[in-house]
């Protein structure tokens, strides 16, 4: 096993300029000094690191195989945790193993968990596993429950499912259905309605959206993604 914690990452540095920098840093540190099996890599976190590395395993599911989630975690698809292109996404959905470990005396991480899962079920996430932790609070997880969870993450994927794939086909007409109803406010009213229904729908589908949502933008000249 190879582990690898950055320095200078906790909850007071910029997500975006530092942490996720420094986890992909360190990836990159360890694929060119050392043979490693892509399927066994895996990106994990504590708390507010928990909810950073939900963002990494998100954006680069063809780099980590697996996220382990310890006493914090986010709902997918909002304005933190936007989805990745419809190519990405589904390697997340139907590769990626997500681990969730928590104490159950966390009543916040719980409560977080358990939005997240939620989100999971909606977007037709496959490969979740959870484990409550006795009588713990918000503290890192034990021995033997980092034990149970690096087993699970190391697991093979579930097969796909008739389920899962009607899921996602679902979840492909929403998409498809508020692109058109933006499409429509922009014919009527590009810097009013329509800008609005654009950035909402950019707000909860992100890169699935992409590159419908970048052609909207640009037709309605609204001053989005670059647009004038």
């Known amino acids: 096993m ?17 942490r996720i920098p420094l986890a992909l840093a360190a990836l990159g540190e360890v694929k060119a000094n050392f043979r490693i099996d892509p399927a066994s890599t895996l990106v994990g976190g504590f708390s507010g690191g928990s909810r950073v590395a939900l963002r990494i395993a998100l954006a680069y599911p063809d780099e980590f195989r697996g ?56 977007w037709c996430v496959s490969n979740v596993s959870f484990r409550n932790e006795h009588g713990v609070g918000h503290e890192a997880a034990s021995v033997q429950t980092l034990d149970w969870a690096l087993h699970a993450l190391l697991a093979r994927p579930k097969p796909d499912s008739s389920e899962m794939a009607a899921c996602r086909a679902a979840r492909r007409r929403d998409v498809d259905s508020a692109l058109a109803g933006a499409q429509r406010a922009i014919d009527r009213d590009p810097r009013g309605d329509g800008r609005r229904l ?15 949502s970048i052609r909207l933008g640009d037709q309605c000249s609204c001053g989005i993604f670059g647009s004038r």
């Open 2 to 18: 190879i582990f690898v914690s950055a320095y200078g990452s906790g909850n007071d540095a910029s997500v975006f300029d530092r």
């Open 67 to 122: 996220v382990l989630l310890n006493s914090g975690s986010d709902p997918i698809a909002e304005s933190s945790t936007q989805l990745p292109s419809p190519d990405l996404f589904q390697i997340f959905q139907t590769r990626t193993q997500v681990a969730f470990v928590t104490g159950d005396d966390d009543q916040g991480g719980l409560a977080l968990d358990a939005a997240s899962l939620a989100s999971m079920r909606h």
């Open 198 to 212: 654009l950035l909402d729908v950019d707000g909860k589908y992100g890169g699935l959206a992409a590159p419908q």
